[in-house]
């Protein structure tokens, strides 16, 4: 997996391996990781086991991953490995897709709290990609109009938001959104509706606009 990007956090921090992600709508499940090979991952969720297939194309969000990424690339030697992040026993979401009857995973969240575990379908939410038009405090619009709420537990990724949010910190602060998001950034929005609004679970920010 060799696509990278140092990652970030509104409310949560990690670090991400990057690739481009599917636009449709996907379904999710979270859980505790049984097993992990390169182009494989078992995770258990309310006492099942799913089977998923990990490719070149799959998105790994897990501590550490960015500043391995960097110490490889100033080595000049190979990206990270899926498996030195997504270990037996840890906690992850996986976002997948259903391609001729396997379940591909395009996102990887590890290093979560193992728990019993959650499923949820396609209905629960999506994803939607864009440009940002207008940030407030509580909510970001994308070019094609959509308007998405924000709260203290949307988490934002993307390269060079690490470093901000780790800077204000030190500071004894926290970064409001528009520290970490501008107009024109082009977003991935990870969203779940409930009661008619669409939720901001995570944006991934794609490309900064230009200064």
């Known amino acids: 997996m060799r696509h990278c990007m140092a990652v970030l956090a509104f409310a949560l921090v990690a670090a991400l391996v990057c690739a481009p992600v599917a636009s449709a709508q996907e379904k999710w499940i979270r859980g505790n990781v049984v097993s992990a090979a390169g182009d494989s991952l078992v995770v258990k969720a309310q006492g099942k086991d799913f089977t998923f297939k990990v490719d070149k194309s799959t998105v790994l969000t897990a501590r550490g991953a960015g500043k391995a990424q ?4 100033e080595a000049g030697v190979g990206g990270v490995k899926f498996t030195d992040f997504v270990k037996p026993g840890m906690g992850v979401e996986v976002h997948y897709k259903e391609v001729g009857g ?3 995973a395009t996102d990887v969240h590890s290093g979560l709290a193992p728990s019993e575990g959650a499923i949820a379908g396609e209905s629960t939410g999506g994803s939607a990609r864009g440009a940002i038009t207008a940030i407030s405090a509580n909510s970001v619009t994308l070019k094609a109009g959509e308007v998405f709420a ?6 934002i990724v993307g390269q060079g938001l690490g470093t901000i949010t780790r ?3 030190e500071q004894g602060k926290s970064p409001t959104i528009t520290d970490l998001l501008s107009v ?3 977003v991935i929005v990870y969203f779940k509706e409930a009661a008619g609004a669409k939720r901001a679970s995570e944006i991934r920010v794609t490309q900064k606009a230009a200064k």
């Open 70 to 73: 960097n110490k490889a690339d």
């Open 102 to 104: 396997a379940m591909v």
């Open 150 to 155: 924000i709260d203290s537990k949307t988490t």
């Open 167 to 169: 800077q204000f910190k």
């Open 184 to 186: 024109n950034d082009q």
